[in-house]
């Protein structure tokens, strides 16, 4: 069964026994984050909370919480699938001959069926709420830790436009601070916040949405780190192979929403106009403290009938952001490697939270080419913000922690095989000496060559003959074993 949004989404798992149905009455202030928490670390359900205290609204929350209900929310059997799929389309060479273009046909077809597409009217709007019936507090918004400084709204797609009308859609947490206000987390480097800038600097009122809900893929392609000017929907019509289906918002009518989603909240943010926001308990494993961000004012809210709230917590990993973050890790492998072709995989534990580490696996051809990789992931998007980047040779799996810290204490003269950096750091890293930038350590785990200035002989891999592993396998099997 295609998903479409949300709803289908959450039959397609309650059918693989994947969902489970929480008739007690829960709070959305702390408890529904206790149970999310418990459920995403011991890999257990997606949740949909029926009964939940102060609101006539269900929550969705965990669905992405593991990576096969990532990858039945990307359509695909296993999350490396997405990689396949940009690898095949990079690929693609010129056709030079009428046979080669013929071939490319079914291709092209495809790949112009993936832009948004614009209708007038979708299941988002079956409900609209305009005025004082606008209300952000009737929304089942969570209180996610103790020390978070208000409820939030977190699973967000932000659709914003630069006042040249170029789109993008982003997920930024918004602190609910009353019925129609709301802070806007967004940070520098993100497009949403570039957006403002821009409005701000030409003294206009900036239109925006937040789509809450909707088809999985949707969703997730407001977390990838698109390139500045790329339209997110483009990418969701890539994974989901058909277009996005966009309808105007209603009070907002530059600003075009995804059809199929649960809730659209529509409004505006005003030039200069900051508020205090925070603390909030965040991806990192610690609470982002307090500081001043744009206000977004709310003029309209609109939603299905019987509308379902989709959420999110993060907080100390693994959570069910790791997911989405290791498809985009799976999805973005390719334009890596178009890029820098000598890289053969790369993996962002779960434990680096995104951008604290990276290991990564390459082709060697040349003395000192680790540290090219290295400098060249520091200036690449937003790898940029990696703290830590471990280089390793080809055939070591970077998936394998073990094998690659195995790897690092094997190989690593620690005197030789160090590269300190300096550069920008994720404003969320509290360990940083100044907010937004911070040292780098670069570690060269590669086996060292006599032109690195490696005098030694170096030792072969311990590793049994091949012949002697099979007799002995197929003599262990006889007895059992």
């Not at 790329?230 to 192979?241: N, V």
């Not at 280089?391 to 998936?399: A, I, L, P």
Request: glycine fraction near 8%.
């Amino acid at each position: 069964m295609p998903i479409e949004n949300l709803r289908d989404f959450l039959q397609a798992l309650e059918a693989r026994g994947q969902l489970l149905r929480v008739r007690e009455k829960v709070s959305p202030v702390l408890e529904i984050t206790a149970w999310a928490d418990r459920a995403v670390k011991s890999k257990g359900p997606a949740l949909l909370f029926e009964n939940v205290d102060g609101s006539a609204m269900p929550v969705a929350i965990n669905l992405f919480g593991t990576p096969a209900r990532t990858a039945l929310a990307l359509g695909v059997q296993d999350l490396n699938e997405l990689g396949h799929a940009v690898d095949e389309l990079l690929r693609q060479r010129p056709p030079g001959t009428m046979l080669d273009k013929l071939k490319m046909v079914p291709l092209l077809l495809q790949i112009a069926s993936y832009p948004p597409r614009k209708v007038s009217s979708g299941p988002c709007h079956e409900v609209v709420l305009q005025g004082d019936a606008a209300d952000l507090t009737a929304l089942p918004a969570l209180q996610c830790w103790p020390e978070d400084g208000g409820r939030y709204l977190t699973l967000t797609n932000v659709f914003t436009r630069d006042p040249q009308g170029v789109p993008n859609c982003g997920m930024y947490r918004m602190q609910v601070f009353d019925r129609a206000t709301a802070a806007m987390h967004w940070h520098l480097h993100h497009d949403g916040a570039r957006h403002f800038r821009e409005w701000e600097q030409a003294n206009r009122r900036m239109p925006a949405a937040v789509a809450i809900g909707g088809d999985p893929a949707v969703v997730y392609s407001a977390t990838a780190p698109m390139p500045p000017g790329m339209d997110e929907m483009l990418l969701a019509g890539f994974i989901r192979k058909k277009a996005v289906e966009m309808v105007p918002c209603v009070s907002q009518p530059d600003i075009f929403v995804p059809a199929q989603a649960e809730i659209v909240i529509e409004g505006y943010l005003e030039p200069g106009e900051r508020r205090r926001e925070g603390p909030f308990g965040d991806h990192t494993g610690f609470y982002s403290l307090p500081d001043d961000y744009p206000v977004f004012h709310v003029t309209a809210i609109t939603h299905r009938k019987d509308p379902i709230y989709q959420t999110i917590v993060v907080g100390m990993p693994p959570m069910e952001d790791t997911y989405l973050g290791k498809a985009t890790e799976r999805l973005f492998l390719p334009f890596l490697k178009l890029t820098l072709p000598e890289i053969v995989d790369y993996n962002l534990p779960e434990f680096g939270v995104f951008h604290n580490c990276a290991f990564v696996a390459i082709r060697k051809s040349y003395p000192q080419h680790a540290r090219k990789v290295m400098h060249a992931l520091w200036g690449l998007g937003q790898l940029m913000l990696t703290k830590v980047i471990v280089v390793v040779d080809e055939h070591v799996n970077v998936q394998n922690q073990d094998e690659v810290l195995f790897h690092v204490g094997a190989n690593c003269d620690f005197n030789r095989d160090l590269e300190r950096a300096t550069g920008p750091a994720d404003i969320l890293d509290h360990a940083s000496q100044h907010p937004g930038w911070s040292g780098k350590l670069g570690i060269d785990a590669t086996r060292k060559w006599k032109e690195e200035g490696y005098g030694r002989e170096w030792p072969g891999y311990t590793v049994m003959d091949p012949a002697v592993k099979k007799k002995v396998a197929e003599q262990m099997k006889k007895l059992g074993l």
